[in-house]
Structure formats: C-alpha cells, structure tokens
C-alpha cells in the first residue's frame, strides 16, 4: 500500500467517523511530522493528503482520541479539537489547612478581584481576619455561594468545599458530589 493511500485511509476515516465508537470520544488525525488535524480539515483538504510526499506535512500516519486537552488545536485550520472530558476539577487548597481555608483562599484578592469574581467585599474581608471573626462562616458560605470565574476559554468555574477546597467547571459539580 503507498503513503499516499495509507494516509487517504485514515483522512477518509476521520471525515467519516469524527468520533470513536463505543465511547463517541473525539478523534484527530496525526501526521508524520506530528501536527494534528482535525476531521474538517481530513475532508476539505482531501487532495492534499492523497497526493503526499511523504515529508509534506499532509502525510496522515494515525489517528488518535482527545480525552482531556482542552487545548490541543488543529495545526492547519487553527481550530479547537474537542476534548471528551473537557475541563477537570482543579484542587486549589487541601483539607488539611482546616477552618483556615477561607482564610487562606480570601488572602490575596483585593477589591477590584473581588468584583469581578462576584464576591462581596466584605465577606473577602471578614474571611480574611480569620476564623475568630463572628461572621466568619456566614462569610464563606456566601463567598462559596457567589463566586464565579471566566477563564480565556469561556469555561465558568466555581468553588467548591467538601473538605477540600475545589475550583470546579459548570456542570461538574454533579460529579463532585456524587
């Protein structure tokens, strides 16, 4: 079989099937010189990738799954390769620092980062005096309750406590609780 049909193969594949079964993971194309395709650019640039040279960069010598890259980017179109699991729960204090998390997490926001997070002033000061202020949980709960996080890729993330102090995306919090 020629370079120019094995790689036809997999494009052809891709273009036809953008997702694994079972499991319906999202699928990319890899190619000799190791960039990443995706299964639009395996269809529209189909004669390219059937004419290969082999060093050309169209040469397509696999196919793989995305299971959590929320990053990884066609090399050819620039668009973004779909990730199956997406964005994951991130720990941003342990268990073990105990009634000093609100604490700890309040420390170094200021007033400007307060708002643009949603979180009331106030509260972010009154965590931040530590656990013997009176409304120190009253506090927390309302910062737990109300704050919200855009990241560069659009993805809402929000705190999280079951011990461990958690940064979770929107619509994982079901996972975490179960």
């Known amino acids: 079989m020629t370079t120019q049909t094995k790689s036809l193969r997999f494009a052809d594949q891709l273009a036809e099937s953008p997702y694994a079964f079972p499991g319906g993971y999202p699928k990319f194309a890899i190619t000799s010189d190791g960039a990443c395709l995706c299964h ?3 269809k529209t640039e189909r004669e390219l990738i059937a004419t290969t040279t082999g060093d050309d960069g169209w040469n397509v010598v696999g196919l793989d ?3 959590e890259d929320d990053h990884l980017l066609c090399d050819h179109c620039g668009e973004k390769i779909e990730s199956a699991y997406g964005a ?6 342990m268990d073990s620092h105990g009634v000093y998390i609100p604490q ?21 000061k009154i ?13 927390w709960t309302s910062i737990l309750d109300d704050v919200s ?5 659009g993805i809402v993330w929000r705190l999280y406590q079951d011990g461990d102090l958690w940064e979770i995306p929107d619509g994982k919090l079901k996972l975490a609780d179960s």
């Open 40 to 42: 639009t650019c395996c």
């Open 65 to 67: 799954l995305n299971y």
């Open 88 to 93: 994951q729960p991130s720990l941003v204090l």
């Open 104 to 124: 700890l997490w309040c420390a170094d926001i200021d007033e400007t980062q307060a708002k643009i997070i949603g979180a009331d002033w106030d509260a972010v």
């Open 127 to 139: 965590c931040s005096s530590g656990p013997d202020h009176e409304y120190y949980w009253d506090a």
């Open 149 to 153: 996080m855009t990241d560069k890729d």
